[in-house]
């Protein structure tokens, strides 16, 4: 054994986080923290786990979010594998200081090799609770919903390719005078250094209506900065298009969802079959 570590808890308070350019402040605590290396002679090898038995992150005086860890690595003198991550997440035990209803489950593993040439690889699947996202991040108008991921993705050196796709149900979204509810939508993504695509999106509204679409982005990364003495790459034009197409939405179902509460059920209505849109 080469190293062995337990920590009753550790605080972070005043901290700040930078999303999007906008800052974030949140206090960070972890409850009974373990950590484990050994080597393993037999197959020059290397292995940590890692347990954080509550994770406590909370933005401001919004509701904290408690969580679990658990992480495995096993590395080796020219490579490194993450065997297994999980985090999960959801309410506080009311007799103890753990996530014991978890919302939030993520799974992940992955392996790096070449360390002078990096190549890696990863996937991952889970369930995401849009309620922690607000409470996280405070991004306003999420009111509910959970979110199936799965993805995956390799890549070696400036190439990558990341491939995922996305299910959401009973989402929620609540601003000023837009009250959506009982959301469901699906959607495909296929990334690479080149190309942001998002097909396949199908949303449905609990009111009524349909919205399909994709989105595409390419040349959305930033040109690599050139080495000494050689020319520095010509910037390629940056350029997204988005198509929609709406169908089986009412007036009904529209003010439902858009308009303040005394411009709803006006007393007629029509529908609109399907329209088609594109920026």
Known sequence: QIFDLAVGRTV????????????????????????????????????????????????????PVHSIVDASVDMGRNNADLVSLVLQSGPQGKKQKTAL??????????SLNNFAAPQWQFAMNG???????RALTGTPGLDG????????????????VVDGNARISGGAYRTGSVNAAGITADAVAHITQN???????????????????????????????????????KAAQEQGTIR????????????????PQRFRRLGFDTRSEEHTSEL
């Open 101 to 110: 209803s978890q919302k939030t489950v993520l799974r992940a593993s992955g």
């Open 12 to 63: 972070l308070n005043n901290g700040v986080a930078i999303l999007n350019e906008r800052q974030i402040p949140f206090n960070l605590s972890v409850n009974n923290l373990a950590a484990q290396v050994n080597y393993v002679p037999l197959r020059d090898r290397y292995v940590a786990t890692l347990h954080a038995e509550d994770v406590v992150a909370q933005r401001g005086a919004d509701t």
């Open 127 to 133: 369930a995401i609770d849009a309620l922690e996202i």
């Open 195 to 233: 190309l942001i695509a998002v097909t396949g999106i199908h949303a449905r509204l609990a009111t009524g209506g349909a919205i399909t679409g994709e989105m595409r982005i390419v040349n959305w990364l930033a040109p690599t900065t050139a080495q000494p003495g050689q020319t520095a790459p």
């Open 145 to 160: 919903g959970t979110a199936q991921l799965e993805a995956k993705g390799h890549g070696a050196g400036l190439q990558f």
């Open 244 to 259: 929609t197409q709406l169908a089986g939405f009412t007036l009904d179902s529209l003010l439902d969802t858009v308009a």
